[in-house]
């Protein structure tokens, strides 16, 4: 429906350069601006993966727009996903080698604002360079739109600026490039091993734990000390069903004195989530408090808000904890998330005495993850009887 929009609106904005009447023209030369400016954003993104890729880093997703996924694919290792809303897009690239570390990363930030330059260039030699395009409206107001649409996505990229995402929060290829001038010393060591453990969070959600689990160990041996290999390991511990080993995990981590703000909010939240895990009760009041911490702290976060929700129905508060996991069910990405999601809906909704929500919760927790360790509960608790 997207591309016909795009389409139909720039028939329209062709028809009305054609006859110059000015305020259409107006109005159509603006259309132009912002349907180029959407079919730009995947050459930008494809700028930084060629340029990542030919400087020997690894390509992992391209992602363009936010929200769900309406399209997912994996091409030779590459994850690409198309969202709901098509607003900017992300890439990530992980640099495999220590040498020229620094330079790889400048060139592959470099890679999305130079498609734009190019672009930005050529359109204006052609429109002022060539009298066949030069003299003729249709071309002028096609070319001038196409140019003005490449210079304000040069200009929104270089802005200095942290955008959040589902993956938390990005840079922006001018506070990227700002970043990658500006290493030295044990910041650029602190860079080049925070690609390694992007690695790491990325073999994670593609599926391969053990992979995954055994490379956090072999870097703990080499970074006792490093706080987020410390909580990818708890992590992957929840994922493998060991809660008390990741509660204890996580509990020791949060009490470090040097951890980030974020990085704290996320503990956290993921002590709270541990704690509903276990099931015990005498851990409500913690679950409570932890996760409240973390929303206040990162309330955009899907994950924070959907944890905050789910403690809020175990404590009684079913109303906002259901508003809260509705938020959070509509903004959520992965399947597994999805459907633990939908599990603590359907635990919320039956608590109400809503049995055909709860089904219908229960339904889609089922399709999104047969597997899902909520689901058992969450039968139980609508259907007590079997």
Not at 46 to 70: D, M, N, Q, S, Y
Not at 160 to 173: C, L, Q
Not at 223 to 252: H, K, S, Y
Not at 326 to 331: F, G
């Amino acid at each position: 429906m997207a591309i016909v929009t795009a389409l139909v609106a720039m028939a329209v904005s062709l028809i009305v350069a054609y006859y110059r009447t000015d305020l259409l023209a107006f109005v159509g030369f603006w259309t132009l601006v912002s349907v180029f400016g959407a079919l730009l954003v995947p050459f930008h993104e494809l700028g930084h993966a060629i340029v990542g890729f030919a400087v020997g880093g690894r390509v992992h997703e391209i992602t363009l727009g936010i929200g769900k996924p309406v399209f997912e694919r994996s091409w030779r290792g590459v994850r690409l996903s198309v969202r709901e809303v098509p607003s900017g897009g992300t890439t990530i690239v992980t640099q495999s080698k220590r040498r020229f570390f620094r330079l790889r990363c400048l060139l592959t930030t470099l890679g999305g604002p130079l498609v734009h330059v190019a672009l930005l260039a050529g359109s204006i030699a052609l429109l002022f360079g060539v009298e066949f395009f030069a003299t003729r409206p249709v071309w002028v107001i096609v070319l001038g739109s196409f140019a003005v649409a490449n210079l304000f996505l040069l200009g929104v990229s270089l802005w200095p600026k942290r955008y959040p995402r589902e993956i938390g929060t990005v840079r922006s290829d001018g506070l990227g490039l700002f970043t990658a001038i500006t290493l030295r010393g044990p910041r650029l060591e602190e860079h080049w091993r925070s690609h390694r453990i992007v690695r790491l969070i990325l073999d994670m959600k593609a599926g391969r734990p053990k992979d995954a689990r055994l490379a956090i160990e072999v870097e703990l041996q080499r970074f006792p000390n490093d706080p987020i290999l410390t909580f990818l390991l708890a992590v992957q511990a929840l994922d493998d069903g060991e809660f008390v080993e990741a509660r204890r995990t996580l509990l020791e981590l949060s009490a470090r004195p040097d951890l980030a703000p974020d990085h704290a909010a996320r503990i956290d939240s993921f002590i709270a989530s541990t704690d509903l895990q276990i099931g015990d009760p005498s851990l409500l009041a913690e679950a409570d408090d932890r996760s409240l911490r973390a929303m206040n702290a990162l309330g955009w976060d899907v994950g924070i808000t959907a944890t905050r929700g789910a403690v809020l129905v175990e404590r009684g508060d079913v109303i906002d904890g259901l508003r809260l996991l509705s938020e959070a069910q509509s903004r959520v990405e992965a399947n597994g998330q999805r459907a633990e999601i939908a599990c603590r809906i359907a635990i919320g909704e039956c608590k109400q005495g809503n049995l055909d929500a709860a089904r219908r919760a229960l339904a889609e927790a089922r399709a999104a993850d047969p597997d899902c360790h909520l689901l058992r509960r969450a039968e139980a608790t609508v259907n007590p009887s079997g």
